[in-house]
């Protein structure tokens, strides 16, 4: 089965930066989609950033563009989440995720991916 393990969560001050990883195992396909979704409490879950590992094509959420960046090591089977120029608005719990590629056009909807990390929560003040 699928696993996927998130860490590198933590407190950070405003303006400051974060990585984030997750650590995927048991992938049925090389090639694959993998995200990066937040929530905080009290709000809808957010697609922040996907990639393609095949190509390394990405998408952002707007709120992110600019700040974030998402990127992979294909040999560790990794994929991480650079946040830099933190706000305090963007303190909420970071979930990894993956599925079959395709559908472009749903990359930053939940609901499109079927495995999921635990979460690791990024707190900014």
């Known amino acids: 089965h699928v696993q996927l393990v998130e860490s590198g969560g933590g407190s950070a001050l405003a303006g400051g930066s974060v990585r984030l990883s997750c650590a995927a195992s048991?992938?049925?396909?090389?090639?694959?989609?993998m995200a990066w979704f937040r929530q905080a409490p009290g709000k809808e879950r957010e697609g922040v950033a996907r990639?393609?590992?095949?190509?390394?094509?990405?998408t952002y959420a707007d709120s992110v563009k600019g700040r974030f960046t998402i990127s992979q090591d294909n040999a560790k089977n990794t994929v991480y989440l650079q946040m830099n120029s933190l706000k305090p608005e963007d303190t909420a719990m970071y979930y990894c995720?993956?599925?079959?590629?395709?559908?472009?056009?749903?990359?930053?909807?939940?609901?499109?991916?079927?495995?999921w990390g635990q979460g690791t929560q990024v707190t900014v003040s």
């Open positions: 990639i393609y590992t095949g190509g390394g094509d990405t």
């Open positions: 995720a993956a599925d079959f590629p395709g559908r472009w056009w749903l990359a930053l909807h939940a609901a499109r991916y079927n495995y």
């Open positions: 048991g992938y049925t396909y090389n090639r694959n989609c």
